[in-house]
């Protein structure tokens, strides 16, 4: 008994070690992560553009207008990995994080991540080329073994009509666009390498875009 209580004993000791790198682990991976949204006010964020309308209600950013804009970060960043979380309206809609993004008055263009509303098509967590190249790096919008090696990657990942996270990660030239944590877009691309972060509105006239708990790490 004596000697099963002392393994007891000693098992008890180990699992509580486990538990205690686990929680290290875990604080770890949490630390170097600033927000981009209070949750309360659109400081950090601007819209270059002379349209468009942006609210702060409930703990989310909600944009709403009648033509496509985007309201970006003040800040540019290079390296880092970014979380966000987004809902789109029923019906029509499109939307996106761009990321690395440059801006010029009424105009914002460079890589993509996309949030796809439309079902049948289905390309959530492509990456798309704003303004430039289009559907040119993931998927390739004109190779049909391009399209359907995407869709097989992005699977169901993606969820119409819920909240959903995207995770952007950049490190030099090497690109991921991670939907749900499913990894969606895996590339090197050399076009871009600091810009601002953005969010989209796509135009839909009557439609609200709803985005919360943004956040992002640099990485050295």
């Avoid at 950090?44 to 909600?62: A, F, M």
């Avoid at 985007?70 to 979380?85: A, C």
């Avoid at 499109?94 to 801006?103: Q, T």
């Avoid at 090197?188 to 943004?214: P, S």
Wanted: aromatic content about 12%; glycine content about 12%; hydrophobic content about 40%.
């Amino acid at each position: 008994m004596i000697g099963g209580m002392k393994f007891i004993a000693v098992f008890s000791r180990f699992a509580l070690g486990v538990a205690l790198s686990l929680a290290a682990i875990s604080q770890a991976e949490e630390e170097g992560w600033v927000p981009l949204f209070d949750g309360k006010t659109l400081a950090g964020w601007t819209n270059p553009y002379d349209w468009g309308q942006s609210e702060v209600k409930d703990g989310e950013i909600l944009l709403t207008g009648e033509k496509k804009f985007f309201l970006i970060t003040e800040k540019t960043y290079g390296d880092f990995v970014f979380e966000g979380e987004i809902l789109l309206p029923e019906g029509k809609a499109n939307s996106g994080f761009m990321f690395r993004a440059l801006v010029e008055p009424n105009k914002v263009y460079g890589y993509q991540a996309e949030v796809d509303g439309d079902e049948t098509r289905g390309w959530s967590g492509g990456l798309y080329d704003e303004g430039r190249r289009q559907w040119f790096i993931s998927p390739i919008k004109a190779d049909p073994e391009s399209v359907k090696a995407f869709r097989e990657r992005a699977g169901d990942a993606f969820k119409r009509n819920d909240w959903n996270t995207y995770r952007i990660t950049c490190k030099g030239n090497h690109l991921t666009i991670e939907v749900n944590g499913v990894v969606t877009t895996d590339v090197k691309d050399d076009m871009d390498a600091a810009g601002v972060i953005a969010i989209q509105h796509h135009g839909e006239k009557g439609q609200t875009y709803r985005f919360r708990n943004l956040r992002i790490k640099e990485l050295k």
